[in-house]
């Protein structure tokens, strides 16, 4: 239940704290005294899309926090256990958002996303208003609440359904990737077929490139390598160059090389200089002498690479990715090649999976009709207790056989409408084409009558449902809601004195000047003051007669 409610900085209310009680809780008050802000704020804390004209004006930000109290072992509880955020049954949430259009959420202290809070309050809270009739009138909406109804004997069906779906779609994959049908499997293995000959065909070897790209570079060079060849050779071997002026040298060391062994050392070394020297002057000249410039050779080099780099752009960064690209398309060749009795083999199991997902969705179909059968009696006669006597109300399922069915749903086969007739006679139609705006309201609270027990809801919200209620039905209303909030909290906002007499806590809301500003205030009306505000909703001027009148409205509600 939602147990505390505390409002600051929204539309017209500064601050309020407001308090409610387990079982019926009523607003009332004059028309633009800010019940809806009250309903807005409470859809604020809840997840609804946050608008910064909600921010009171002069101020930066708004701010309202929930304080709800459940059950341990509540679904809402477990959600926050699979978002690792403790509670022991009472759940506390704040949600602020600012002029700059930025906001937080809090649960239990805990930062948490949108997602999240949606998430968590789906469990907690079922708010109604007039709007929410159109919830009824979408057909994918009806289906949800029949399954709503068919409660944990739907889930193992449904669990079953998925697993096999989920089969079937794996199986589709696989069967995709061998190639498909027929025409599409030969269309693959013309493309790998070309791949696998495009690349053996380049009789790739690994480091080819970089190597291709070194003898470029060599080729487009050649003449300037050449040249420093040839000034190398030349500065060692011409006519008085470094070798003629090593071997002057080691003469000369010679003639002193016996006197001391410093001087033999350096002989030694002058020989060993002078052959290196020779040795580098005959391969610079070898090396001179084996340049040439081949025409074809650079062709060749040039249209290689070009080859290569084509290769990479489609197949891989470098010869290793390429000639593996290379060996899986041929494994991917071969698998298609041998495909044709995989794919039938896939394609038998396809259709005996099929079979069973037809099965098990005639299960579901005939649980859901079983279940909307039970449903639709219990709100008819809800709805005769709300004085539409003749009302008359079905779900219809559109056939279907295994050739027409959806069998690719998870949620099953079935499509389905709401059929409605209010008055005796006449057929029934389709609930969106019928039914009037006050006759929705009611069919709304059958329905709800109906599910108190089923969705695991601890508060129901019911935004003046009960517009367009007047007379031996508004009593009848009043005792439907009374009969919910035995076991579900109900937060209403209602113009009917018979809902507010019926109220287990009525709160009162209304506008004051403070200080050249209007503001909405909030307060939990006393026996007395809600006698008095019975008075004020029946139009009677306040009177002994009015007074007693009131106080029997309440007393009726006590038996």
Same mark, same amino acid.
């Given at each position: 239940?939602?147990?505390?409610?505390?409002?600051?900085?929204? #539309?017209?209310?500064?601050? #309020?704290?407001?308090?409610?009680?387990?079982?019926?809780?009523?607003?009332?008050?004059?028309?633009?005294?800010?019940?809806?802000?009250?309903?807005?704020?409470?859809?604020?804390?809840?997840?609804?899309?946050?608008?910064?004209?909600?921010?009171?004006?002069?101020?930066?930000?708004?701010?309202?926090?929930?304080?709800?109290?459940?059950?341990?072992?509540?679904?809402?509880?477990?959600?926050?256990?699979?978002?690792?955020?403790?509670?022991?049954?009472?759940?506390?949430?704040?949600?602020?958002?600012?002029?700059?259009?930025?906001?937080?959420?809090?649960?239990?202290?805990?930062?948490?996303?949108?997602?999240?809070?949606?998430?968590?309050?789906?469990?907690?809270?079922?708010?109604?208003?007039?709007?929410?009739?159109?919830?009824?009138?979408?057909?994918?909406?009806?289906?949800?609440?029949?399954?709503?109804?068919?409660?944990?004997?739907?889930?193992?069906?449904?669990?079953?359904?998925?697993?096999?779906?989920?089969?079937?779609?794996?199986?589709?994959?696989?069967?995709?990737?061998?190639?498909?049908?027929?025409?599409?499997?030969?269309?693959?293995?013309?493309?790998?077929? /070309?791949?696998?000959?495009?690349?053996?065909?380049?009789?790739?070897?690994?480091?080819?490139?970089? @190597?291709?790209?070194?003898?470029?570079?060599?080729?487009?060079?050649?003449?300037?390598?050449?040249?420093?060849?040839?000034?190398?050779?030349?500065? /060692?071997?011409?006519?008085?160059?470094?070798?003629?002026?090593?071997?002057?040298?080691?003469?000369?060391?010679?003639?002193?090389?016996?006197?001391?062994?410093?001087?033999?050392?350096?002989?030694?070394?002058?020989?060993?200089?002078?052959?290196?020297?020779?040795?580098?002057?005959?391969?610079?000249?070898?090396?001179?002498?084996?340049?040439?410039?081949?025409?074809?050779?650079?062709?060749?080099?040039?249209?290689?690479?070009?080859?290569?780099?084509?290769?990479?752009?489609?197949?891989? #960064?470098?010869? @290793?990715?390429?000639?593996?690209?290379?060996?899986?398309? @041929?494994?991917?060749?071969?698998?298609?090649?041998?495909?044709?009795?995989?794919?039938?083999?896939?394609?038998?199991?396809?259709?005996?999976?099929?079979?069973?997902? &037809?099965?098990?969705?005639?299960?579901?179909?005939?649980?859901?009709?079983?279940?909307?059968?039970?449903?639709?009696?219990?709100?008819?006669?809800?709805?005769?207790?709300?004085?539409?006597?003749?009302?008359?109300? #079905?779900?219809? /399922?559109?056939?279907?056989?295994?050739?027409?069915?959806?069998?690719?749903?998870?949620?099953?086969?079935?499509?389905?409408?709401?059929?409605?007739?209010?008055?005796?006679?006449?057929?029934?139609?389709?609930?969106?084409?019928?039914?009037?705006?006050?006759?929705?309201?009611?069919?709304?609270?059958?329905?709800?009558?109906?599910?108190?027990?089923?969705?695991?809801?601890?508060? &129901?919200?019911?935004?003046?449902?009960?517009?367009?209620?007047?007379?031996?039905?508004?009593?009848?209303?009043?005792?439907?809601?009374?009969?919910?909030?035995?076991?579900? @909290?109900?937060?209403?906002?209602?113009?009917?004195?018979?809902?507010?007499?019926?109220?287990?806590?009525?709160?009162?809301?209304?506008?004051?000047?403070?200080?050249?500003?209007?503001?909405?205030?909030?307060?939990?009306?006393?026996?007395?003051?809600?006698?008095?505000?019975?008075?004020?909703?029946?139009?009677?001027?306040?009177?002994?007669?009015?007074?007693?009148?009131?106080?029997?409205?309440?007393?009726? /509600?006590?038996?």
């Amino acid at each position: 239940m939602l147990k505390r409610l505390h409002i600051k900085n929204v #539309a017209l209310i500064s601050e #309020a704290d407001i308090q409610f009680g387990e079982k019926l809780n009523v607003l009332s008050g004059e028309t633009g005294s800010g019940k809806s802000v009250i309903l807005d704020s409470i859809n604020f804390v809840l997840g609804s899309k946050a608008d910064k004209s909600m921010i009171r004006f002069g101020e930066q930000e708004a701010m309202v926090r929930a304080e709800f109290v459940v059950d341990e072992n509540s679904d809402a509880v477990k959600v926050l256990s699979d978002y690792d955020i403790e509670s022991d049954g009472t759940i506390v949430i704040t949600r602020k958002f600012n002029v700059d259009g930025r906001g937080s959420v809090k649960i239990n202290g805990d930062a948490a996303t949108s997602s999240m809070l949606k998430t968590l309050t789906a469990r907690l809270v079922d708010v109604h208003g007039q709007s929410e009739h159109f919830f009824l009138l979408s057909e994918d909406n009806q289906l949800k609440l029949v399954d709503t109804i068919c409660g944990d004997r739907l889930s193992p069906l449904k669990a079953e359904l998925s697993e096999l779906i989920s089969e079937k779609r794996r199986i589709k994959r696989t069967i995709a990737d061998l190639g498909g049908d027929e025409g599409e499997r030969a269309r693959k293995l013309d493309l790998l077929k /070309f791949q696998i000959e495009e690349i053996e065909a380049a009789d790739l070897k690994i480091g080819e490139f970089e @190597q291709l790209k070194s003898r470029r570079n060599i080729l487009m060079n050649i003449e300037k390598i050449f040249a420093a060849l040839n000034a190398v050779h030349s500065i /060692f071997s011409d006519e008085g160059g470094c070798i003629d002026s090593i071997s002057e040298a080691k003469r000369n060391i010679h003639l002193i090389s016996d006197l001391d062994s410093a001087y033999s050392d350096i002989s030694d070394r002058l020989e060993e200089v002078g052959a290196e020297i020779e040795d580098i002057s005959e391969t610079v000249s070898d090396a001179a002498e084996g340049l040439t410039f081949d025409e074809e050779e650079a062709k060749f080099v040039d249209e290689r690479i070009s080859l290569i780099n084509n290769l990479k752009k489609k197949y891989g #960064a470098d010869e @290793q990715e390429i000639l593996k690209f290379c060996d899986a398309a @041929q494994e991917k060749y071969d698998a298609l090649s041998d495909a044709a009795a995989t794919i039938d083999k896939m394609t038998a199991e396809l259709s005996e999976i099929d079979g069973k997902i &037809y099965s098990i969705c005639r299960k579901i179909t005939e649980l859901r009709q079983k279940s909307a059968q039970n449903f639709c009696q219990g709100v008819i006669a809800e709805l005769k207790t709300l004085n539409i006597a003749n009302a008359d109300f #079905a779900v219809n /399922f559109k056939e279907y056989d295994k050739e027409s069915a959806d069998l690719n749903s998870v949620d099953g086969s079935d499509k389905i409408e709401f059929l409605f007739s209010a008055n005796r006679g006449e057929p029934l139609k389709p609930l969106s084409k019928v039914i009037s705006g006050g006759e929705m309201s009611r069919f709304m609270l059958a329905v709800k009558t109906n599910l108190k027990d089923l969705n695991g809801i601890s508060t &129901y919200i019911f935004d003046e449902i009960d517009a367009g209620i007047s007379g031996f039905t508004a009593n009848t209303v009043a005792e439907k809601f009374k009969y919910i909030a035995e076991r579900t @909290q109900i937060i209403a906002v209602s113009h009917l004195p018979q809902v507010c007499a019926a109220s287990d806590t009525q709160l009162l809301i209304y506008k004051v000047d403070e200080g050249g500003k209007t503001l909405t205030k909030i307060k939990q009306l006393t026996e007395e003051e809600k006698v008095d505000e019975i008075v004020r909703l029946t139009g009677n001027i306040k009177s002994e007669a009015a007074t007693d009148h009131a106080r029997q409205l309440i007393k009726n /509600f006590k038996k």
